[in-house]
């Protein structure tokens, strides 16, 4: 199947710090990356939808100056956590659609535990 | 805005019982797709149904989308210690998936 790889596995960082996450599609091309957030023994919260070449689309209540996604190729898609607190702490997800066999199918990379101290 | 609620939250179950956890959206989906995820590590796909009333099976699971699409499930039959995770259905609303609430399913030995 298609394997979509995240960097890193897992940071921590202060407080006040920015962190860069990374988002690879490794064999295919993925057009769309999704982007979510999941607290221990929660569900996963969608943060935004990220389309090669154009702006991201913030889910309500998630503030697009905080949460900064690039998506400039159609492999790679970055999520940067800027002044990260310790709310911030999280398990970060991303996914991606690959279009093949199954238009709608997402492939979720292996995620990113962030701890800010 | 939409919501997705699973039933039940938590489940223990002796090896070898059946589980069941139920998936149901306060709007209609376009369709729905269930995930399993281990502890630790990342939602794994498992299906999607796209038709009302439709069934799949994935030899001990049966997936199941409800004929308004706003509810579905998903049935294991005789489950092993290998099946232990969270169960998460995520509905296809108007362009996005919200995933539900998740089952946690524990399997005792």
């Known amino acids: 199947g298609a394997v979509v790889s995240q960097h890193p596995s897992w940071v921590i960082c202060k407080s006040g710090t920015s962190v860069k996450i990374e988002c690879r599609s490794l064999?295919?091309?993925?057009?769309?990356m999704f982007w979510y957030r999941q607290f221990p023994k929660q569900s996963l919260m969608l943060m935004a939808t990220?389309?090669?070449?154009?702006?991201?689309?913030?889910e309500q209540g998630v503030e697009k100056d905080k949460f900064l996604i690039n998506h400039a190729s159609l492999t790679l898609s970055t999520l940067t956590v800027t002044s990260a607190h310790p709310e911030d702490s999280s398990f970060y997800i991303c996914?991606?659609?690959?279009?093949?066999?199954?238009?709608?199918?997402?492939?979720f990379g292996p995620g990113t535990r962030l701890t800010v101290l | 805005g939409q919501q997705v609620m699973q039933i039940p939250q938590y489940q223990h179950v002796q090896e070898g019982e059946d589980f069941t956890t139920y998936c149901n959206s306060s709007?209609?989906?376009?369709?729905i797709q269930w995930y399993k995820q281990r502890p630790g590590g990342h939602p794994v796909f498992l299906i999607q149904?796209?038709?009302?009333?439709e069934v799949k099976k994935q030899k001990r699971l049966t997936f199941q989308f409800g004929e308004a699409k706003k509810n579905s499930s998903l049935h294991i039959t005789a489950t092993q210690t290998t099946d232990v995770g969270t169960y998460f259905c995520?509905?296809?609303?108007?362009?996005?998936?919200?995933f539900g609430t998740g089952t946690r399913l524990k399997v005792l030995a």
């Open positions: 995520a509905g296809l609303g108007t362009y996005k998936y919200i």
């Open positions: 149904l796209v038709k009302s009333g």
């Open positions: 990220s389309n090669e070449g154009s702006k991201a689309t913030y």
């Open positions: 996914s991606a659609r690959a279009g093949l066999a199954d238009p709608n199918e997402q492939f």
């Open positions: 709007t209609t989906l376009s369709n």
């Open positions: 064999d295919f091309q993925a057009t769309t």
